[in-house]
């Protein structure tokens, strides 16, 4: 069985903050490889912002380019909308009997997971890595934290926000730091954010 991390997001743009967690994930973790899932745009929503599925998936490859131990996945493009965390963890699961998946989540979201759908499930079959965030609801996360299949992973809070990049983008402001050069050029070579 592979073990392998599964790390959710819109990844609008994916940023050097969530490479340094993978990374870490990777390296602290008994994970032999990470995928980085794309969520789709929940067709109820229409964000403006939101780039579309594509573009966005295509920024999270150029930016693991030289992770040989990540891959980026469209798996949620396709899976009925909205896309509820346990069923795609059942597809993957059906689709790649070869691995074992474990969720990759930040505090935040452990904190809130009773909201979740069958979070239950979720916890039983699933290992659950939780890195730190800053948040306020700490103690919302506590009870989890006990659980057998939750771990807890050591790795540093990196407080770069999306949102902030996109804002920033869109005020003319240098965002190359906070991407990886990749994605700062194929965002460069766009109008996207502005």
């Not at 930040?106 to 890195?131: F, P």
């Not at 299949?149 to 804002?167: C, D, F, G, H």
Request: net charge positive; no cysteine.
């Amino acid at each position: 069985m592979k073990k392998t991390g599964l790390f959710f997001g819109s990844f609008n743009p994916i940023h050097i903050g969530h490479l340094i967690l993978a990374n870490y994930i990777l390296e602290l973790s008994d994970m032999e490889e990470l995928w980085f899932v794309v969520s789709p745009q929940n067709p109820l929503k229409e964000k403006k912002s939101l780039l579309k599925d594509y573009n966005r998936l295509e920024m999270v490859n150029l930016a693991i380019g030289n992770y040989p131990r990540m891959r980026a996945s469209d798996v949620e493009f396709s899976l009925p909308r909205p896309s509820y965390t346990v069923d795609t963890l059942a597809y993957l699961k059906e689709k790649h009997p070869q691995h074992s998946f474990s969720l990759i989540m930040g505090e935040d979201n452990l904190a809130s997971l009773r909201k979740w759908k069958n979070y239950e499930q979720l916890i039983a079959r699933h290992q659950i890595i939780v890195y730190p965030r800053i948040f306020t609801d700490v103690d919302k996360a506590i009870p989890y934290l006990q659980h057998k299949n939750i771990q807890q992973v050591k790795a540093p809070v990196i407080e770069l926000s999306a949102t902030e990049i996109r804002q920033m983008i869109r005020n003319g402001q240098n965002v190359r730091p906070m991407l990886p050069p990749e994605v700062f050029d194929y965002l460069d070579s766009s109008n996207f954010y502005k």
